[in-house]
């Protein structure tokens, strides 16, 4: 793949797995906003509406693109001063008392820069047991909650059955947030297996977040890595 190749599905990738990762720390608040008599705000550029062209990863809406992903807010830390505790102190005591939360992803990119069409797609991702779900993407389930994901690296990501005939993309991420509903170390290590087994079916490579191919010795750090991440968290 040429350098100009790479940075767009890079962008994408990034893009993708932040789209994820905004609505997965955002649910909780959007729970609440529901539940309130408040008028939901509408970001710019939120409306509906096809046909731009899918590397254009930036809109021209500000900082903010048509997912509503832009900048984070700043987080203010609640008072745990003296003095009686503001209303939904105490979620917000345990929300800081969370794991800080971990990405780690990869990328699966077809040998020859080439395009691999949907049905091949599928049918590698239904053999390695993964199901379609949230945010029209697939992943690994247990107990409900996803494990780790598999999107296309192009944006949005979206890898939907029924438009399985008239789409390819040159690649997929494979992307984990931790904490997750198993082990970090049994998580990782499912992940790598099945990332490896896609690859095989797809005629593709699998890199780490620096585009530099997975090696056996990239695989120990990052499993390293995850395993100190745990043991700083007790998890």
């Known amino acids: 793949m040429s350098p100009t190749q790479w940075a767009l599905l890079i962008v994408g990738a990034v893009a993708v797995v932040a789209i994820y990762w905004f609505s997965r720390r955002e649910r909780p608040a959007s729970r609440r906003r529901s539940e309130a008599p408040v008028k939901a705000l509408k970001l710019p550029g939120s409306a509906s509406g096809g046909g731009s062209d899918q590397m254009d990863m930036f809109s021209r809406f500000g900082e903010f693109d048509e997912f509503g992903v832009g900048k984070p807010r700043k987080r203010v830390s609640p008072d745990l001063g003296s003095g ?95 904490p997750g509903p198993t082990a970090p170390e049994e998580a990782i290590a499912d992940m790598f297996l099945t990332a490896r087994a896609l690859a095989r079916e797809l005629n593709a490579d699998v890199y780490d977040s620096n585009r530099e191919l997975l090696t056996a010795a990239a695989e120990s750090a990052i499993v390293a890595d995850v395993k100190a991440w745990a043991q700083r968290h007790g998890l």
Do not use: N, W
């Open 84 to 178: 009686a505790p503001a209303a939904g102190g105490q979620s917000a005591v345990a929300a800081a008392a969370q794991p800080q939360e971990k990405i780690v992803a990869l990328l699966i990119a077809e040998r020859e820069g080439t395009a691999i069409f949907g049905e091949r797609i599928h049918a590698a991702l239904q053999a390695q047991g993964l199901q379609f779900g949230e945010r029209k993407i697939y992943h690994r389930f247990a107990r409900g909650v996803p494990v780790f994901s598999v999107a296309s690296l192009i944006k949005p990501g979206y890898l939907d059955p029924a438009q399985r005939r008239e789409f390819s993309t040159p690649g997929l991420s494979v992307f984990m947030v931790l």
